[in-house]
C-alpha cells in the first residue's frame, strides 16, 4: 500500500475532527493528537529502506496531476519532522494543562504537522507552497496562544515577516512557471537543464531563484533574515518552540 498521502490526511484529518469532538469530549484533543503523531511516527520509521516512490493524486500524471514523491531524503526528514511531533505532543500532555482552548492547540498543532509533512513529500511547487502556508498559519497562530501581550506582538511579527516570505516565494514560483510552463518540480528542473544548460541563465531564473533565497531564508530564520525567531521562541509554548528549532524551520 502507498502510505504518501497518509502523512497529510492522517494530520489534517485529526486537526478537523479534534475541534469537532472537543464539544462532546475535553480529552478528544490529547488521545487523537497522540493518536495521530503515534501513527506517523511509526509509519515514517518503516519507511526506512522502502523504495523511492511517485503518488499521483487521483491518478492524474504529473504535470497535469498532483504529484507525492517519496525518496531517501524525504523519509529521513519525515521521520524528524514525525518523531519529534510525537515527542512533542507527549510533552504538550502535562505542559498544556496551565493553558484553556486545548482543543484549539491540539488541532493548530496537527494543521501544522500536516503542512510540514505536505511540504516534504509533494513533488510540485504550488502544492509545496499551499503546505508550507498551512504549516506557516497554524505556527502563527500556536506563537500567538498565550494571548498575553509579548505572545501576540511575536505572533503577529512572526506572522507579518512571514506574509512577506510567502509573496517572495509565490513571486518565484510564478516566475518559474512564466519560463519553463510547469510547476511539476522534475519538470522544471528537467526544461531548466535543457534550455539553459549551456551556461547562459535566464535572467527570469536568476530573479526566481533570489526570490527563493529570501522567502525561504525569512522562513528559515537565516541571518540577516532572522529578526521574527528571537521573539517567537520565548513566547510560544514550549512543545511549540521544540516544533520551530527542531523541524519547522528544517522542513521548510
Do not use: Q
Not at 191 to 217: H, K, S, Y
Amino acid at each position: 500500500m502507498n502510505s504518501i498521502p497518509l502523512f497529510v490526511a492522517i494530520p489534517l484529518g485529526a486537526a478537523f475532527l479534534i475541534p469537532l469532538l472537543g464539544m462532546w469530549w475535553k480529552k478528544s484533543g490529547e488521545v487523537l493528537a497522540t493518536l495521530s503523531t503515534l501513527a506517523l511516527a511509526a509509519m515514517a520509521l518503516m519507511a526506512i529502506g522502502a523504495p523511492a516512490m511517485v503518488h499521483h493524486m487521483g491518478g492524474w500524471t504529473a504535470p497535469l496531476g498532483i504529484a507525492l514523491v517519496s525518496d531517501g531524503l524525504t523519509v529521513l526528514l519525515l521521520i524528524a519532522v514525525n518523531v519529534i511531533a510525537f515527542l512533542c505532543t507527549l510533552f504538550s500532555l502535562k505542559y498544556m494543562t496551565a493553558y484553556t482552548g486545548l482543543p484549539k492547540y491540539y488541532s493548530l498543532f496537527m494543521l501544522m504537522v500536516a503542512g510540514m509533512n505536505g511540504v516534504v513529500v509533494s513533488g510540485d511547487l504550488f502544492n509545496l507552497f499551499v503546505f508550507l502556508e498551512i504549516a506557516s498559519v497554524a505556527s502563527y497562530a500556536l506563537v500567538a496562544f498565550g494571548v498575553e501581550a509579548d505572545e501576540l506582538e511575536a505572533g503577529f511579527k512572526y506572522m507579518i515577516l512571514g506574509t512577506v516570505a510567502s509573496t517572495m516565494i509565490l513571486f518565484a514560483i510564478g516566475t518559474i512557471y512564466a519560463v519553463t510552463g510547469t510547476l511539476n518540480m522534475a519538470d522544471a528542473s528537467r526544461e531548466i537543464a535543457t534550455r539553459f544548460g549551456g551556461g547562459d541563465m535566464n535572467p527570469a531564473l536568476l530573479l526566481a531563484a533570489a526570490f527563493f533565497l529570501m522567502g525561504f531564508g525569512l522562513k528559515a530564520a537565516l541571518v540577516p533574515f532572522h529578526a521574527w525567531l528571537p521573539d517567537a521562541h520565548p513566547s510560544a509554548p514550549a512543545p511549540v518552540s521544540a516544533m520551530l528549532s527542531g523541524v519547522v524551520i528544517k522542513s521548510l
